[in-house]
């Protein structure tokens, strides 16, 4: 991520806003470097309430997936990461416009509070689907996707 923050001629310390679409390792361990310091030192981080709530609960509810090692991992990973950061949370949620060019969206099924961002410029937009493949999620029978992503996404089907 620094890397190719450099090589698009900025640097860590002038990112403004981060959001998280959900709190898996490869999405928030960037956040804090091994001495847990924040990375983005000027940055406001969102997070879903759903998402923040989920992870940081004292036992995540995984009744709906698989708890094995891999999820034991992730939630200790999450705790951890999002524990240091737990003071700067900006929560947004399902339906929010946010800076007045992102709209996101509750799409529960990667993760339970897993956000899609949608990015507006004019007349223009694009949708963010952070993950739209769920075979490495342990919620791989927890995918409820939302009326306008049943319609506007290819979802993947987990691999058999
Ligand atoms: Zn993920």
Known sequence: MLNNLKLAGTSADKVADIILTHA??????????????????????YISKIERG???????????????????????????????????????GDGEDLFGFLKAELSPGHTPGHMIITVFSGEESLVHNQEPNFRYSPFMNYWVLPDY????????????
């Not at 898996?24 to 981080?45: C, M, Q, R, S």
């Not at 992503?149 to 058999?160: E, F, H, V």
């Open 24 to 45: 898996h390792p490869i999405h928030i361990g960037g956040i804090v470097d091994a001495n847990g310091d924040k990375v983005f030192t000027k940055d406001e981080l």
């Open 54 to 92: 989920y992870w940081m609960a004292e036992g995540p509810d995984f009744s709906k997936g698989t708890k094995n090692a891999v999820a034991d991992f992730e939630i200790g990973f999450a705790k951890n990461i999002l524990g240091k950061v737990d003071q700067e949370h900006k929560f947004y």
């Open 149 to 160: 992503s049943r319609k506007n996404l290819n979802p993947c089907k987990p691999l058999t």
